[in-house]
């Protein structure tokens, strides 16, 4: 099989089940692997202008990524929409529907970017940037947010063709964004020939160029006729004013996405607080725990991806038991692949540790945090898979509740108390995430099995 075949757009609504979620996901692991390259490659450049370049730039980054959650939660959203819609063979509905995700995507990006450009000095100081930190992250921060208008539309564009089983050129898109943005970087930091020196400034402007670039040629490619989405320009912007229907079911999806998205950054900087009452070896463990489970996830985020597609095609379709078969195989898939790794790392936990910091005390801790999680990652991938598969069948509230009760209800009053009331010490932390994951797929595979979500899309 070449790799054009593999590439080009299927009819996920029938062939091979495993086939189709593994070809479909073949795309967004080549993404994902061209995107490995870059966060290394921009860390070594700050590197070089200081450690308050690195600081700024890793608070800047966390303050931009609360407001990038909203884009990412119409992304996921615009999958299920324009999914439903290509396994009803409804080709008008999509072009049409696609425009107007398109305008709701820009009149919230200006939304956000005004209201982030005036709250970024009050948001940093509040995350605790210092004020030699403060200077440099500011206008970091507010490049990123204003620049949002240009860059966020280009994760829309590919959302809506990855939507209707179109992989490639979405893939093509992001790969040459970050080339691009690979390219660029060194030349806005550190200034070339005569251009002048713009710093951790230059870094945001590489990212709004390069993002901006594929923002551009998604339009063009959403404006030729012979693709999966088109978005003919003119009809006018009349024709692809948001309908009520279209604002609303944007909303009930994105929104309630978008708030799970949120409460888990938010219980996450809970957990990094109660972490960092127990020293920096902890925060450090944390830290390299986090980064292997991270490396571990990247094939299931894909898989969840391709089952978002798959579960809303089938949906469309009103192929809902193809639906729940392929949901399945994507959990299997993942929870072999988490699985197997967490055996791995569990077993090597100390010389994995090691790698990574000899300080004896990081070490140990690390080593313990590996060993009591892992055995958890056969239940977690189940989770990534499923929450995915819920937005797929337009039920955002599912995996909203289920994160809400695992890690606020269960997860953070466990990791308060843990630690204090037994001998555990920071052990009782690690516990705590463990008994999250563990409840976390558990539930969600039982929510799942219920079989609340089987309804097919109605006709638009």
């Known amino acids: 099989m070449v790799l054009s075949d593999i590439l080009k757009k299927r009819d996920l609504t029938s062939g091979s089940i495993p086939g189709n979620l593994v070809l479909t996901a073949v795309p967004l692991w080549i993404g994902s692997l061209f995107y490995l390259v870059l966060p290394p490659w921009e860390l070594y450049l700050v590197g070089r202008l200081g450690s308050e370049a690195i600081a700024a730039l890793a608070i800047g980054s966390a303050a931009n990524a609360l407001f990038s959650i909203a884009i ?19 080709r008008q509905a999509v072009n049409r529907i696609a ?3 398109l305008i709701i995507t820009l ?13 970024a000095p009050a948001l940093l100081r509040l995350l605790g940037a210092r004020p030699e930190v403060l200077s440099i992250a500011i206008p970091y921060l507010r490049i990123l947010l204003v620049g949002g208008i240009f860059t966020s539309p280009v994760l829309i564009i590919n959302g809506l063709l990855r939507g209707t089983g179109e992989m490639r050129l979405p893939m ?6 970050i080339v691009l943005n690979i390219i660029l970087l060194p030349f806005f930091m550190l200034g070339w020939g005569s251009s002048p020196q713009m710093g951790l400034s230059g870094t945001a402007l590489a990212y709004v160029i390069a993002m901006g670039s594929g923002t551009a040629f998604g339009l063009w490619t959403l404006s030729k006729r012979k693709q999966a989405v088109d978005i003919s320009f003119g009809k006018g912007f009349r024709y692809y004013l948001p309908r009520l229907a279209t604002v609303r079911e944007m909303v009930n999806l994105a929104g309630i996405n978008t708030l799970e998205m949120f409460a888990m950054n938010v219980f996450n900087l809970v957990m990094v607080s109660f972490i960092a009452g127990w020293g920096t070896g902890a925060l450090a463990a944390y830290g390299i725990g986090q980064r292997l489970l991270m490396l571990f996830s990247l094939a299931g985020f894909d898989l969840a991806t391709s089952t978002n597609i798959i579960m809303a ?11 729940e078969l392929s949901t399945w195989w994507a959990c299997g898939l993942n929870a072999l692949i988490m699985g197997v790794g967490g055996l791995i790392i569990s077993g090597l936990a100390g010389q994995i540790a090691s790698v990574f910091n000899k300080t004896p005390e990081v070490v140990e801790t690390a080593t313990n945090y590996l060993r009591i999680t892992t055995p958890g990652w056969f239940l977690l991938a189940v989770w990534l898979i499923l929450r995915r598969a819920f937005v797929g069948a337009k039920d955002a509230r599912a995996p909203f509740l289920i994160t809400i009760s695992c890690l606020g209800v269960v997860q953070l009053p466990l990791a308060a108390l843990l630690p204090r009331m037994t001998p555990l010490g920071v052990n009782g932390i690690w516990l705590a995430i463990l008994a999250a994951a563990v409840l976390q797929g558990l539930a969600s595979a ?3 099995r219920l079989g609340k979500w089987k309804r097919p899309f109605q006709p638009r």
Do not use: D, P
């Open 72 to 90: 990412q939660g119409m992304a996921n959203s615009a999958i299920a929409v324009v999914g439903g819609l290509t396994g009803q063979n409804n």
């Open 99 to 101: 425009g107007e995700i």
């Open 107 to 119: 009149l919230l990006s200006s939304l956000l970017a005004i209201t982030g450009y005036f709250v």
């Open 172 to 177: 093509v898109n992001i790969c040459g964004v």
């Open 313 to 323: 095609n089938n949906l469309g379709a009103q192929k809902i038991k193809r639906a």
């Open 446 to 448: 039982f929510w799942f």
